[in-house]
């Protein structure tokens, strides 16, 4: 219990005293996922919409497989990735493995499930009437799905929330694909690791409360975007 | 040139054909009311006329453009009208910015489209409500929202579903004095679709039939009021006696129609022998508890069975030998003390009686 308080008090030490490698970690770990977020919601929210506004074979079974993938683990994913980008992967020329570069595809790999299948909810969530009403107002085709997501913006922040969830709380694709490179690729969840594994556990812990920071000043401000 | 023609439309969802080999034109500053029972097929005429969806056959012209297929002539057609749902959608959002959506999406000015809503705004009477979030408005409310969108755009053709579909007798009347100044003002083109047969006489100048998928019956509202063209028509537009009868004889137009033992006599062109219903609108009924003399050659003495009292209004049922339904005022009921199996003589003229032929 005591190691517990320990940590807490070293989390504040560490933060209060902007200790120059926890804010070098922790500053890494949210520019990655913050990219991967960013980027996987400019690919997921239009293919999201192109999914749910056309009628195609098989659509139920696309949208059973994409969540499906809700639950994939993030060192299968790793591990893709990994096979794909190491030197003698299909991929490996690019050389970027055990680069943030990878990482940030990783994530954007891990999280694309969870922001096509909650985008696509979110639009079904939204009353049929509203395309047709845009439509019989002269909207176009792209003004109307622009309506539709307007109406379901809540449900839609809600999916890319959960999505840099996801991606900053990961630990087994920054890990395997980015190789915990102190310096260079070492977020806050790798960090946490190395430590435990060290027996640093005021470390492992302070690094831990300040992830859940992070998440809490991403969170309030994607609820003001989300309460315009 | 006619603004819209429709040549044989027919829709089909699956198995079921919604609409039967449609064909339809409308003129520029027409009003026309579609009317017919629920799911005649209304809504989906006025979807397949708005663009909305393509006919499964058929052809649909706007001022003289084939818009059937898709394509960007379809885009523009639609940008020339406006569709008041019959539950239209409000946009999450104030009622200033569900009024301005239209203006904006047809890439207006910010200026012109302040100028434009707030007077429309205060033409629809919610001024003062205009940043008050659309959602939290009432069924009246979102009607008059909706019709504020429609001819904030200043559309050519405003199609309107059921306008006053679900609403309360108060918000109806607004509903509708709205619609006949959006007539006066802009000198839109209109077509509305109702199911409600007076509504459609007060604001229409031509009405069309819709029933089972097919438009049965066109012309002015008078002449499909007092001579509907078959049985089934009549029925809708309220003709509550529909007698079935056989015409014996005709004297230079006057017909004489034997319905089983009584004879009706009727202003007809049919011969002897034609098999036909003769309709007699319940309005055109006078009772009196002695026969009098009258010109009016119809007059039967039967009994009343039943009475119904609708508002000022008294429905009242009278075995004939033939049961006959007439409509008097209540005041009039009063004071001629009608009241169940009393004798009454039941008294209409030749030329209120609609006689249809009989098709089997």
Known sequence: MSEIWQGFIKAIELIVSLDPEVVEIAGRSLAVSVTSTLLASVICIPLASLIHFHNFHGKRILINIIQTFFSIPTVAVGLFVFVLFSRAGPLGGFGIIFTPTVMVIGQILLITPILLGLTISALSGVDKAVVDTALSLGASNFQAIGVVLREARHAVVAAVTMGFGRAISEVGVALMVGGNIRGFTRVITTAISLETSKGELELAMALGIILLCIALIVNIALNRIQQR | ?360
């Open chain 2, 1 to 360: 040139m006619s603004l819209i023609k429709v040549v044989g439309l027919h829709q089909r969802y699956g198995e079921r054909e919604v609409l039967e080999n449609i064909s339809a034109e409308v003129d520029r500053g027409e009003v026309l009311a579609l009317i017919g029972p629920t799911g005649a097929g209304k809504t989906t005429l006025l979807r397949l006329i708005d663009l909305l969806e393509t006919p499964t056959s058929g052809k649909i012209y706007f001022d003289g453009v084939d818009v059937t297929e898709y394509g960007k002539v379809r885009l523009e057609a639609r940008r020339r009208m406006a569709f008041v749902l019959q539950k239209p959608a409000v946009f999450n959002a104030s009622i200033y910015d569900n009024i301005a959506y239209g203006l904006r999406w047809r890439g207006k000015k910010r200026g012109d489209i302040k100028e434009k809503v707030n007077n429309i705004l205060e033409i629809v009477g919610l001024s003062s409500d205009k940043s008050r979030n659309a959602r939290t408005l009432s069924g009246g409310e979102v009607q008059r929202v909706a019709i504020a969108r429609a001819i904030a755009i200043e559309p050519e053709v405003l199609l309107l579903d059921e306008p006053t579909a679900n609403l309360d007798p108060i918000s109806i009347s607004e509903i509708e004095e709205l619609i006949s100044r959006v007539m006066l003002e802009y000198d839109t083109t209109i077509i509305m679709a109702t199911h409600d047969m007076a509504q459609g006489q007060r604001l229409a100048k031509r009405i069309g039939v819709l029933i089972d998928g097919k438009i049965l019956q066109t012309g002015e509202p008078r002449e499909v009021f007092n001579s509907p063209q078959n049985r089934e028509i009549a029925e809708f537009v309220g003709v509550e006696n529909i007698i079935n009868g056989v015409i014996i004889s005709n004297d230079e137009g006057v017909a004489a129609i034997d319905i089983g033992g009584n004879v009706i006599q009727a202003i007809s062109d049919y011969t002897i022998g034609e098999e036909v219903c003769a309709c007699v609108r319940p309005e055109d009924i006078t009772l009196t508890l002695s026969k009098v003399q009258s010109s009016a050659r119809n007059s039967f003495v039967g009994k009343i069975t039943r009475l119904v009292s609708i508002g000022s209004i008294t429905r009242i049922e009278i075995d004939c030998g033939f049961q006959l339904i007439a409509l008097v005022t209540k005041k009039s009921a009063e004071e001629l003390n009608l009241e169940r199996s009393r004798q009454v003589y039941a008294t209409f003229k030749a030329t209120g009686v609609h006689v249809i032929r009989r098709v089997n």
